[in-house]
């Protein structure tokens, strides 16, 4: 079924001007972008996005590194939108990403990791409003 999917690119992408490298291979994996905009995050905001993560060691890094420039923030829309995305983006830690993967092909680190992408399709739809109204998604 076509279904939709939340992705961030990172400010290790966005301070390489990856923007459109990134979203590129978003597209040619199949999937297309229908809301999309850059941000910079406040660390409000990255707490209450990452809050699963708030007892983990590398919570407060993450915030951190998520506030440290500007991020993209979009809607993908496509055949299993969740799992064709986690395809194309490869493992957390880049070290183990498959070739072709964007964080194969781009990643810093397993935290400037170039992208994130939602885990479930549950997850897609908290994640999309959390930064997006209806209005903003053309589909
Ligand atoms: P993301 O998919 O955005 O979800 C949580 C993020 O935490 C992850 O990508 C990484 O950028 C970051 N992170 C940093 N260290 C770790 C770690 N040891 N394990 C998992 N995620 C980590």
């Given at each position: 079924a076509v279904t939709r999917t939340f992705s961030i690119i990172k400010p290790d992408a966005t301070k390489r001007n990856l923007t459109g490298a990134v979203t590129k291979m978003l597209e040619e994996a199949g999937?297309?972008?229908v809301a999309s905009k850059r941000i910079q995050m406040t660390k409000d905001q990255a707490e209450g996005f990452y809050a699963v993560h708030?007892?983990?060691?590398f919570f407060n890094d993450l915030v951190s590194f998520m506030i440290s420039g500007p991020v993209v923030v979009q809607v993908l829309e496509g055949e299993d939108a969740v799992k064709r995305n986690r395809d194309v983006m490869g493992a957390t830690n880049p070290a183990d990403a498959a070739d072709g993967t964007i964080r194969k092909t781009y990643a810093e680190s397993i935290e400037a990791n170039s992208v994130h992408g939602s885990d479930s399709e549950e997850n897609a739809a908290i994640e999309i409003a959390y930064f997006f109204k209806p209005e903003e998604i053309v589909g």
């Open positions: 999937l297309r972008v708030k007892e983990r060691p």
